[in-house]
């Protein structure tokens, strides 16, 4: 056959939501609800639309399905500092449990910077179903702002009027006291976080309160930064204080603190007991290992989660504080005072 005479090809058309609802016997809705909420279909009639997506080859419109549901099957997660491992297990199991519905999760970086998280979660926001605002640093009124328009829930902080995920302190402090205290120290020096963070203030208050209950000196001291680097630059003034023991406001902190404390020619824990906060991966990996006190942070991640997606489903409800249990974890980094036998 000569070159002009060959058959012109034709690009055959991308299946629509109508084709497969012709094909499955279903309305166009029915398919539009299995691909996009499932849940609100019965399983088999979701299989067969899924079965029948798949044969006519059906890719889903986000866009149009947006327009359609408002509905962007996507939930916002914001950490006060994505280098820290710390934010690990949160990612993973808010991740999990949006999986599970159908959502995905988006990660936004807010620096340590309460300017940098603000605009970042206004951004974010627009394009969410709701919002998870890990440590965050903005003012209160700022949060209350930004729960006016969508689902937000916060992880390590209370604020008036929004659902919290707080790990609370207490317990975990109270038994690194105990332990301390009954190991000979009589005085501990706190190692604080940003001056911006609700949760070092609020360990602070712990270790505060469980020191006086146990009739040992406590002393505060501020970091530059809750890094490794921050902990370095702390080691002068604790090994000045005096202090036999020092609770950190994280492991990354304590991490820093030891290395450069070791550095200096001071044992740890014979010269000075070192007890770090929320156990992340690795907090064993230092010698000595790290004792931390164990924040739970996966299930903070998985109750957060769950609270916005419960929230879509559900009749309105009063906004909730979930507190879940800290817990100390020895490891070799704590031990007896130095001047006891």
Known sequence: MPADEAPVQTKKAKATIYDVAQQAGVNPSTVSRALSNPGRVSPQTRRLVEITAGVLNFQANH??????????????????????????????????????????????????????????????????????????????????????????????????????VVPDPDRGVSQAVRFLAGNGHQKIVFAAGPEMSWMSARRWDAVSDACEWCHVTAERIESTSPTIDGGRKLARTIKASGATAVITHNDLMAIGLMHEL?????????????????????????????????????????????????????????????????ELVIRGSAGPARSAP
């Open 63 to 164: 866009s149009a399905q947006v327009l359609q549901t408002g509905s962007t099957r996507m939930l916002g997660l914001l950490v006060s500092d994505i280098t820290n491992p710390n934010f690990f297990g949160i990612l993973r199991e808010a991740g999990r449990v949006a999986t599970q519905q159908q959502y995905s999760v988006v990660l936004g970086n807010a620096a340590e910077s309460a300017a940098t998280e603000l605009s970042a979660a206004r951004r974010l926001i627009k394009t969410v179903d709701g919002l998870i605002l890990v440590s965050p640093r903005m003012s209160e009124s700022n949060l209350q702002l930004l729960a006016a328009t969508k689902k937000v829930v916060a992880i390590n902080r209370e604020v008036s009027g929004i659902d919290c």
């Open 262 to 326: 070791q550095g200096a020619g001071m044992a740890v824990p014979e010269a000075i007991s070192i007890v770090g906060f929320d156990d992340i991966f690795g907090a064993d990996f230092t010698t000595p290992s790290l004792s931390s006190i164990r924040s739970p942070l996966g299930e903070c991640g998985s109750l957060a989660a769950g609270l916005i997606l419960n929230s879509f489903a559900g009749t309105p409800q009063e906004p909730k504080s979930l507190m879940v249990d800290t």
